[in-house]
């Protein structure tokens, strides 16, 4: 069955187009009793406004949308739950994409977004350098704020952690405890944070000095499955050159390597200390708590649509800001052998 039409209203109440769209929009200026029939009128006929629609002629949609690299990732799951937080109270709605690391499917979500006039767009993009799809959308006057990533761009917000500064946290704890035989697993390196994470770990070796070598176990993906296998490689290798850490580019990829070591029967941190990276809500639940560098995720979202929001209300008056955050070494036993 169709859905009842405005003008089938206006004839079931008798009365003009423009009453019903007054009863709709500015029912102060229609009389009591005009308006409780063109009421009564929706009421019988089922009438629902087709509010996309008339966003979408005012210019002013009430669609946010947010684009992350991995929907399965716990820690897109906090910065989702910050955004929508922040996005609901503004009377809006966030919808979720996720491009699943992939720059071809990201550049889908961004063309439909585009077609769809939304109010803006929370995104933390796939590649970096520059990105075509995101400069027409600022030219169609949809705001983009980049979240966990820097956007080192005037014309565009964005909300980051200090990730180089994270790569160092970590790898000086792992110096600390003696390690001179190292790890770093993570992939793809086309992603920032991945690079700069590494960036970091590079910069810390450097400083101290140590005589210390860092791996690189590079992944595909930044998964569970992908740590496993990232695991296997590392402990297929003789054991004079197995590392006796590793730093890994966030907590799946950590949890993974601790599974695969693990169900080989080795021991963590005796036989191989790991810190992950993001510090989601399974790092300290895992069988053995995983050390982490903490972002805090729900403020990332949270920032990030207010960022936005700002943006969409104030125009060409607002001004462009690049929040980082600073990231926190948490230590558990997945690094530190316990004290007696």
């Known amino acids: 069955m169709a859905a009842a039409s405005i003008k089938e209203v206006a004839r079931h109440a008798g009365v003009s187009l423009g009453t019903v769209s007054n009863v709709l929009n500015r029912p102060n200026s229609v009389t009591p009793a005009t308006r409780q029939r063109v009421l009564d009128a929706i009421a019988e006929l089922g009438y629902v406004r087709n509010d996309s629609a008339r966003q979408l002629r005012a210019g002013q949609s009430r669609t946010v949308a947010i684009v992350v690299l991995d929907v399965a990732n716990p820690f897109f799951t906090d910065v989702v739950r910050g955004a929508e937080q922040v996005v609901e109270e503004a009377g809006a709605m966030l919808v979720v994409c996720n491009s699943g690391e992939d720059s071809a499917r990201e550049r889908r979500h961004l063309e439909l977004l585009e077609e769809q006039r939304v109010r803006g767009v929370l995104i933390t993009p796939v590649g970096h350098g520059r990105q075509p799809n995101l400069e ?43 390690h001179r035989h190292l790890a770093y697993v993570g992939g793809p390196f086309a992603i920032q944070q991945v ?112 960022l936005l929001l700002e943006e969409a209300e104030g125009g060409e008056a607002h001004r462009h800001r690049h929040v980082v955050f600073q990231p926190e070494l948490v230590v558990r036993r997945s690094s530190e052998r316990p004290r007696h």
């Open 136 to 178: 027409r959308l600022h030219q169609r006057g949809i705001p983009v704020v980049l979240v966990d990533r820097g956007s080192g761009r005037a014309s565009r917000c964005s909300v980051s952690v200090d990730d180089v500064m994270g790569g160092r946290l970590a790898m000086e704890h792992l110096l600390d405890r003696g």
């Open 195 to 306: 690079a700069d994470r590494h960036a970091g770990a590079e910069s810390a070796l450097a400083e101290r000095g140590s005589g210390a070598a860092l791996r690189v176990a590079s992944t595909t993906s930044l998964t569970v499955a992908a740590g496993r296998r990232a695991a296997e490689e590392l402990l297929s290798l003789p054991v004079r050159q197995r590392p006796s850490a590793v730093f890994c580019a966030n907590d799946l990829i950590a949890l993974g390597v601790l599974q695969e070591v693990t169900a080989r029967g080795l021991q963590v941190p005796d036989d191989l200390a790991i810190v992950g990276y993001d510090d989601i809500e399974f790092a300290g639940a895992a069988a053995v708590p995983l050390s982490s560098v903490r972002q805090p995720r729900e403020q990332l979202g949270r920032t990030a649509a207010q």
